[in-house]
């Protein structure tokens, strides 16, 4: 058995990097934590703060019953996530939806990660591969790899990596919205049923917006990244409103499930929704909102919808590169790079998108590499549980020719065995899938590796047993 003191090297200290250090010291396992910022800063963040969200304050869904990343999360609070504990302890309104405190979320994180005896925190930039005499390390250096590290990988898997631009939305402050016009209301008054703040446009207000966002100026791409796709999955406004005059009505501003009560309850044309983005309930983003307009044109356009006419912006939306390899030729089972086995990865440059997908990868990383330290091997969760499907999607299922970065969902699972009977609604399977990827992942919890470890294969370079950690 392998030296259970030996310290595996975790580089990153985003959400991931943050929930694979934790995973591997709770397990009992010295971890090296390596985050190059403050001395080497990124494009989008704007502190030296471990797990900084530099996009929305939303971990989506928290139906764990009929949607896909609610049953993500509650497989992960069963795994004894720290992102999803601490996405807990600082939650905001947000209807059926998790959002955080965004700075109660990372200072929950870092405290976590500060306090904790066998964790300790290289604030350093690893230029390069990890060097030779780290035995095992964790990459989750995320979309915004630094070039020396991304170049490396590059170089290592053979493999160029793929990138495609992710966007920020715009944070408005509460009292700056006029809610003469704008109002509390959930779709469906789900939640609370006042979790979002609504501005009504009506049809001629809604066209004149399209119109001017059409015409609005953007910031320019650099030449390394105009012949980057944007993912479908976070467009910026201007390009959903390009694709034609109905799109944002059907969109992020489509209005149903919402009743105006200024005018009588009746249903808008259009609405922009804004949600909570802090405890203190002061600050609101804008739902859908990401853009790659030039702030002066961001302050102009997004004043003309009613009720944010004398809007004050705390933050601006923007655009950034987001980068991530192909994994389902570059990663084994277990999120090794098959090039150089001692190191895994983790995170969205494994290709998941989304922070609840990049924490969960980060946790599997950080088990995978606990039960190396430990001498046996960890079989991967099971292909019906919402972290297994995930896994399986990155590392093999998806095909590596058209590879791009997928949030979990459930056509990530394998269908229920009644999924061909007409009689069971869509509802009905969700649910089922979702019954079912809970009892998979007790049982896989309850299986206990097996010890002594199995002898070393020539293939391999860890013994083999049964069971999770």
């Known amino acids: 058995m392998r030296n259970a003191a030996q310290t595996v090297h975790v580089i990153g200290g985003g959400l ?52 896909a990343v609610g049953l993500l999360h509650a497989e992960m609070r069963r795994l004894g ?80 990596a793929l990138a495609f631009f992710d966007a920020i939305a715009p944070i408005v402050y509460r009292d700056s919205i006029d809610f003469g016009i704008a109002w509390f209301q959930s779709r469906w008054d789900k939640g609370d049923g006042r979790d979002y703040i609504n501005c009504p446009l009506d049809r001629e207000q809604y066209e004149r917006f399209v119109a001017a966002l059409n015409a609005a100026e953007t910031v ?124 895994r990865l983790a995170g969205q440059i494994t290709g998941c998108e989304g922070y609840v997908e990049s924490a969960a990868i980060g946790l599997l990383a950080g088990r995978f590499a606990l039960a190396e330290q430990r001498g046996v091997r960890l079989d991967p969760p099971p292909a019906a549980t919402a972290i297994g499907a995930l896994l399986r999607h990155i590392t093999g299922d998806a095909r590596s020719e058209t590879f791009q970065p997928m949030n979990i969902n459930f056509g990530l699972f394998p269908p229920l065995a009644a999924a061909g009977d007409r009689r069971c609604g869509a509802a009905d399977r969700k649910r089922g899938m979702a019954r079912r990827a809970l009892a998979e992942l007790d049982a896989w919890l309850a299986v206990k590796p097996q010890e002594p470890p199995l002898p070393r294969s020539a293939d391999q370079s860890a013994p083999v047993a049964d069971g999770p950690v």
């Open 220 to 343: 320019p791409f650099h030449d390394w990244e105009r012949d980057t796709p944007y993912f479908e999955g976070c467009l910026p406004i201007e390009v959903m409103a390009g694709r034609g005059p109905k799109t944002l009505a059907f969109g992020p501003m489509k209005p149903i499930g919402l009743r105006n009560p200024h005018t009588g309850d009746s249903r808008p044309y259009a609405v922009v929704q804004l949600r909570q983005d802090n405890a203190l309930g002061t600050l609101y983003n804008i739902v859908g909102f990401q853009t790659k307009l030039k702030h002066a044109e961001q302050v102009r356009l997004f004043r003309t919808i009613p009720g944010l006419a004398g809007a004050e912006f705390a933050r601006l939306g923007g655009l950034h590169r987001n980068t991530f390899v192909n994994s389902p030729i570059v990663l084994d089972a277990t999120l090794r790079l098959r090039a150089e086995p001692r190191i």
């Open 16 to 67: 991931a990097g943050c929930e694979a250090a934790w995973q591997l010291a709770r397990g009992g396992q010295q971890v090296m934590l390596h985050e190059m910022r403050p001395s080497r800063m990124t494009p989008a963040h704007t502190s030296a703060r471990l797990a900084e969200l530099v996009c929305s304050n939303s971990f989506r869904s928290d139906d764990a019953e009929s949607n």
């Open 81 to 160: 996530s720290l992102i999803l504990g601490c996405a807990d302890a600082v939650r905001v309104p947000a209807g059926s939806a998790l959002a955080v405190d965004r700075e109660g979320f990372s200072a929950a994180v870092e405290q976590a990660i500060a306090s904790h005896p066998l964790i300790s925190v290289d604030r350093s930039e690893v230029p390069g591969l990890p060097p030779p005499e780290w035995a095992s390390v964790i990459v989750a250096t995320g979309p915004l790899t630094s070039e020396p590290l991304a170049v490396a990988l590059r170089s290592l898997t053979g493999t160029d």
